[in-house]
């Protein structure tokens, strides 16, 4: 007979709500005071069931992303509005959200090894090892983890694997997606590789206006969308197809990146 409440991946829950409690005290002010979060969408959240639920989002950095998307879920399920204000909901945190990141990241230090224990599934990516490429296999026990993490609760995932703007999508994501059959929810994020470093540890510049759109549930035809078809639709709805880029002069440039540290007109709107 256990003790204590664990999650499927033996992670004691107590130790878990601790350490949420903590790290979301800790990063609060990167989002509600050195630099502002805008949020859009948050009510979706509310509606949506406690498991098999799978969140694709673009990526900017390995932590902050995270850490911001566990800051609005949370404030989301306690009844805020695209609000982050009044730390108090982390009180009580949901401990059914994990996330997939990859091993050798989450084994990097002591602070990610802390991280990792408030819901990581760390794989092993197929495709690049310790700065370099290769080409592996994917290993099924990955599969299998990220399944058995939906099967209990809610999954967040980058499927580009990388902080690196428009790169391809990983079909891995689209193959979950026709196995698990979550309820697939897009987020588009931006402004957070100005805000911190690669790593999202260390806050690199203040003011930044950082912003987190989440959209409905995607229409996703499991039984007759081939991979190729999930694919395409995830690159639309995280706004990284290539339709998506625009060859700018550097003078566009230099003034499209001055406006992205402003309020967007979007908001106001």
Known sequence: MKLYKQDPFGNALFLKKFLIRVLGLISHGRYQGFNKLEIEGSEILRNLPDRNVL??????TYFADVAAMLHVFNASLSGRDDSI????????????????AALETMKSGI??????????????????????????????????????????GWVITFPQGTTTPFKPI????????????????????????????????????????????????MDIDYENDSIADIVEKLEYAIEQHPSFLKVLSPEEYAEQEALLDKKRKFWNS
Do not use: C
């Open 111 to 152: 602070l990610p090894k802390i991280f990792a224990y408030t819901g990581s599934i760390s794989i092993e990516r197929t495709w690049r090892s310790k700065g370099k490429n290769v080409n592996r296999q994917v290993k099924m026990s990955d599969i299998s983890n990220i399944e058995k993490a939906l099967n209990d």
């Open 85 to 100: 204000k009044n730390v108090g909901y982390i009180w009580q945190p949901k401990l059914n959200i994990y996330y997939v």
């Open 170 to 217: 990983r079909r891995g994501t689209a193959f979950i997606i026709k196995e698990a059959k979550p309820i697939v929810i897009p987020i588009v994020i931006d402004g957070f590789r100005r805000a911190y470093d690669k790593t999202g540890l260390q806050l690199k510049k203040r003011n930044i206006l950082q912003s987190m759109v989440i959209k409905p549930p």
């Open 55 to 60: 969140f694709v989002s673009n990526h900017q």
